[in-house]
T-cell receptor, first 110, second 117 residues
């Protein structure tokens, strides 16, 4: 059965720390992997990764995919309290469903 | 300007009632979805429509019935509400590209928090 596993499930850091969130997947017919950030409302799109080894960056956030080892990481440098959220990753396969991980709950303390 | 909008934001109702949640997107996407998010934040797809055609219908009680009058709207009707239906329901949309390997990312509405008492 296709699945997406995220780790850690929760994380508490101090402002300024760097964090790495992990997303591993066991799927057939990989097409893309997506990262979302969810605060109080809707998940908001961060990155879509389709190719191995190519880093995507947006400000202090970056992500990379390893299709051989079947995982992706999301890095956040110089964390701020506004980064506190649940970070979700999802795999997009052959059909039109996204398979979601359970998320990593990140709390950034001042 | 809201891309994906759903109403109502909050819905509190008693067991046994019937309720509807509405969703509209102005992104020009051809595919819309309903997701259920439980208290542990796990997102589970319920339905997906592509150009008004049902393409994903997960194992969902038949008390849940989606309706898509056009490709910009996807409503969810729930009959005989049960306590276990309490959750946040998210509508989302994306552009599915037949023949291409990758579809566009999902855009989510802000969710409808349903509480069944």
């Amino acid at each position: 059965e296709d699945k997406v596993v995220q780790s850690p499930l929760s994380l508490v850091v101090h402002e300024g720390d760097t964090v790495t969130l992990n997303c591993s997947y066991e799927v057939t017919n990989f097409r893309s992997l997506l990262w979302y950030k969810q605060e109080k409302k809707a998940p908001t799109f961060l990155f879509m990764l389709t190719s191995s080894g190519i880093e995507k960056k947006s400000g202090r956030l970056s992500s990379i995919l390893d299709k051989k080892e079947l995982f992706s990481i999301l890095n956040i440098t110089a964390t701020q309290t506004g980064d506190s959220a649940v970070y979700l990753c999802a795999w997009n396969g052959n059909n039109r469903k996204l398979i979601w991980g359970l998320g990593t709950s990140l709390a950034v303390n001042p | 300007d809201t891309a994906v909008s759903q109403t109502p934001k909050y819905l509190v109702t008693q067991m046994g009632n019937d309720k509807s949640i509405k969703c509209e997107q102005n992104l020009g996407h051809d595919t819309m979805y309903w997701y259920k998010q439980d208290s542990k934040k796990f997102l589970k797809i319920m339905f997906s429509y592509n150009n008004k055609e049902l393409i994903i219908n997960e194992t969902v009680p038949n008390r849940f019935s989606p309706k898509s009058p056009d490709k910009a709207h996807l409503n969810l009707h729930i009959n005989s509400l049960e306590l276990g239906d309490s959750a946040v329901y998210f509508c989302a949309s994306s552009q599915v590209n037949p023949g291409r390997r990758v579809n566009s990312p999902l855009h989510f509405g802000n969710g409808t928090r349903l509480t069944v008492t």
